[in-house]
């Protein structure tokens, strides 16, 4: 459907289909839509009648207003039919607004410090030298996603949660599991229970006998230990899905645009912009939601309470009156201002431990594996269509 030559008053959906050729682009009609009417009524999947916003301007407003809500139980999920939502568990600080937020992001905030993000960069490079001997000696082709993209986030996890070294190989087995291509989804529910139940347990261990890790410096918090298996579930959902699929798909990218490549893996002071580029271009987090908890007017538009409003962060990102050329990946591009790791009171925590991630991998799988190249048409790479986290599944390379 093309909106580009008419007004846009309401839509039936959320515009998800993406273009088979293109895997990295956002789906066509986000931005005609955003063109001609960028807060327009859209009805979800559950019937609620609410708003679509793509617009950079008008998504950055609602993400840094506090008059919308991201609690679960009175938002509407624009991506699927969820029913009704019950309220965020304990530590879960993505469903819940101020005070609750406030108190778990200042608790959290003070344990990501200066020091410990240093001391975790010595060991995010050990890992990744260590994962690309491990795919050297298996030998091509493979896929990238198990042997490189999901190993060093969740190992990183493991450091930061101070998960013993006897149990690591266990818990990357389960970790592993949740993002298997070929795991059914009782498998990777069983998985994440097993983790959850794990990290419960790993807690009263930490209590008694702490260690230099984070889980060790919250339980000298006020926090229950049902808050802290809750937040220790949330960094290893934050923390693993999105750089993960941030490394696959920045790879899938950056083998689409062999110049660039070359610079990544070349010049080392072009790698800062290019994870920020990257990050503007693939916006893997790509629809957020907002409820308002009052009558709010943005841009003009009146938006009553208890109205959702699916963010489409992907549009935002693209929006030619904040970036110039904003389909054209530019690794020197000043992309200041993308709102990739979100904006306002809910932007990513851990988004300093996620750049990093992405500044020692790429250049260093680049660097080892100077002819990495696709060993599966673009088109027949499996994509992470329709969930919350977009990406691979799989990454078949060779080299």
């Known amino acids: 459907m093309n909106f580009a030559d ?7 959906a959320l515009p998800t289909t993406r273009p088979a050729a293109s895997p990295a682009d956002p789906p066509t009609e986000l931005g005609d839509i955003r063109a001609v009417a960028p807060l327009v009524r859209m009805t979800f999947p559950d019937g609620h009648e609410g708003w679509l916003a793509t617009g950079h301007s008008i998504v950055r407003t609602i993400l840094a207003d506090s008059r919308f809500s991201v609690r679960y139980d009175i938002g509407h ?13 304990p530590g879960d600080m993505q469903g819940v607004d101020a005070p609750e937020h406030t108190r778990y992001r200042k608790i959290l905030a003070g344990r990501f410090t200066v020091r410990r993000m240093r001391q975790l960069e010595d060991r995010v490079t050990e890992i990744t030298a260590r994962q690309l001997e491990v795919m050297a000696a298996a030998g091509g082709p493979l896929d990238l996603v ?4 999901h190993p060093i986030p969740a190992l990183v996890i493991c450091e930061l ?5 006897a149990d690591r190989d266990l818990f990357q087995r389960n970790m592993n599991a949740l993002g298997g291509v070929d795991d059914s989804m009782q498998q990777r529910v069983t998985a994440f229970r097993t983790i959850v139940a794990y990290i419960s347990e790993l807690v009263t261990v930490k209590r008694r006998h702490p260690t230099d890790d984070v889980l060790s410096d919250l339980t000298i918090s006020d926090l229950t230990d049902a808050e802290l298996a809750g937040i220790g579930a949330l960094l290893l959902g934050a ?12 790879t899938l990218t950056l083998l689409q645009h062999p110049a660039q490549l070359a610079t990544v893996r070349d010049d080392p002071d072009a790698v800062d912009r290019a994870v920020e580029e990257l990050m503007r271009y693939l916006t893997i987090a790509h629809t957020n939601l907002r409820t308002a908890v009052q009558d709010v007017e943005i841009a003009g538009t009146r938006i009553a309470a208890y109205e959702s409003v699916a963010l489409a962060m992907q549009a935002a990102n693209r929006d030619p009156a904040k970036f110039a050329d904003p389909d054209v990946l530019d690794i020197a591009r000043d992309a200041t201002g993308h709102i990739g790791f979100g904006h306002g009171r809910h932007q990513c925590l851990g ?3 996620a ?11 680049l660097r080892r594996f100077p002819t990495l190249r696709l060993a599966a048409p673009v088109e ?3 994509m992470r269509a329709g969930l919350d986290i977009y990406g691979v599944h799989s990454l078949p390379v060779d080299w």
């Open 6 to 12: 008419r007004r846009v008053e309401h839509l039936a």
């Open 77 to 89: 999920y624009p991506l699927a039919d969820a029913g009704a939502m019950p309220p965020a568990e």
């Open 146 to 149: 198990p042997h490189f993209a």
């Open 161 to 165: 949660l101070g998960v013993p070294y």
């Open 239 to 250: 923390g693993l899905d999105t750089t993960a699929n941030m490394v696959a798909l920045g």
């Open 351 to 353: 988004q300093q431990l």
């Open 355 to 365: 750049r990093m991630e992405m500044r020692i991998a790429l250049p260093a799988l």
């Open 380 to 382: 027949e790479i499996p």
